[in-house]
């Protein structure tokens, strides 16, 4: 008895420390979010702990039924490109895994009668713990998590490289979001909506109650509109101007006040610089999996407009799905004889009805 007991204690007190790489980690180019994860009430966090992330949900595939028991990349996966030196780079990691095993995220159901909180990362396992070793970095997603990460239908899309080279947080909360807005173009949130969304609405403690100043009135960062307009708006449309995210902004002013005075604003509207031109993304061919998608679409005549402008909402799993029912077709009495007039109004529809669909979503997340 002593003997296993002297054994246990040996055990809890050696130092357990993540493994070495285990397996390849194998990135995309494009990320996929969850759009209730996009639109989740997401507190700041620095940005390299946002490039972690981003490393981890761009190893989640398409045809994944469950999440990995851990995610692994190099560290060299962060800093790259992203100012951070070798120097600095150990403390920089500490800090953001500091954060991300801290970090909770708040859901809310659309009719507001459920409301729940979870970590984002697990630190149970003892086995395998966050941490890193020898320049690779292990991370655990929450298991309670894995439907927002695996299986997702409803997505917001955006380019891994871009996003990695962002400097500010908040730029970085502004590719996310605008992403959601492709097909549209535009985002029209209330000033309190973007609030919440850039972590600038009222302070909490740590039991979620409200903080006040002395005057007694909410605590909250960058109270002054125009504050809040020059500290979180400024840097992001300046980092945005080079990407396909690069906007344009206008504040919404109130339209009802029967005084005298300026009128107050009340939301924003950000328009997308650059419009759908119907032409398919280089960086679309370079993948393999949506090159191969691609290529079966035109096999069918369905047009590189009609594929820039609907796949990424319609998802590669299902244009594969589609071309295979295509195939079936074939060889029964339900051939298709005009594949371009036939393929393309399928196509379409799909898409339509995607970017609806994905368009309802957005404004019940944001409470529209």
């Given amino acids: 008895m002593a003997d296993g007991m002297e ?3 040996k ?45 981890v ?12 028991p851990f995610y692994q990349f190099r560290i060299v996966d962060i800093i790259t490109d992203a100012g951070v030196t070798k120097e600095t780079a150990t403390k920089e990691i500490q800090g953001a895994l500091r954060e991300l095993t801290a970090a909770t995220w708040e859901f809310e159901s659309l009719d507001k009668s459920e409301w729940y909180i979870r970590h984002l990362l697990d630190t149970t396992i003892y086995e395998r713990p966050v941490g890193y070793k020898n320049g690779v970095i ?9 439907p927002y990460f695996v ?30 807005f492709r097909d549209t173009g535009v985002w029209c949130p209330t000033v309190e909506q973007y609030r919440q969304l850039m972590d600038c609405s009222e302070e909490k403690d740590k039991r979620g109650k409200v903080k006040k100043n002395k005057e007694g009135n909410p605590k909250m960062k960058y109270p002054l509109t125009k504050d809040l307009i020059k500290y979180t708006i400024a840097e992001p449309s300046e980092e945005l101007a080079g990407t396909n995210l690069a906007f344009d902004y206008q504040p919404v002013y109130e339209t009802d006040r029967l005084t005298r005075g300026r009128k107050k604003i009340t939301g924003f509207k950000f328009t997308l610089k650059r419009k759908q031109d119907g032409k398919i993304p280089e960086y679309w061919l370079q993948n393999t999996v949506v090159s191969q998608v691609v290529a079966g679409l035109r096999a069918w005549k369905v047009t590189d407009k009609n594929i820039a402008l609907y796949l990424e909402d319609i998802g590669t799993k299902a244009a594969i799905k589609l071309v295979y029912d295509w195939q079936l077709k074939e060889n029964t009495d339900d051939r298709i004889n005009d594949r371009v007039k036939y393929c393309n109004a399928v196509f379409v529809r799909m898409g339509k009805a995607a970017q609806e669909r994905l368009k309802q979503e957005v404004e019940a997340a944001l409470g529209q």
């Avoid at 995309?28 to 972690?52: C, E, N, P, Y």
């Avoid at 949900?57 to 990995?68: G, P, S, T």
Wanted: hydrophobic residues 40%; proline residues 3%.
């Fill in 11 to 55: 055990r809890s007190t050696q130092l357990v420390l993540p493994l070495g790489l285990t397996y390849e980690p194998k990135h995309r180019d494009l990320v996929k979010q969850h759009w209730h994860v996009t639109f989740a009430r997401q507190g700041r966090m620095s940005v390299t702990a946002k490039r972690i992330m981003a490393r």
């Fill in 151 to 180: 299986q997702i239908a409803h997505y917001s899309t955006y380019q891994l490289n871009n996003y990695m080279g962002l400097k500010s947080w908040y730029s970085m909360r502004f590719f996310e979001i605008l992403s959601a």
């Fill in 138 to 146: 292990t991370i655990l997603l929450n298991p309670a998590l894995e």
């Fill in 57 to 68: 949900i761009d190893q989640v595939r398409d045809d994944d039924f469950k999440l990995r």
């Fill in 7 to 9: 054994g246990e204690d």
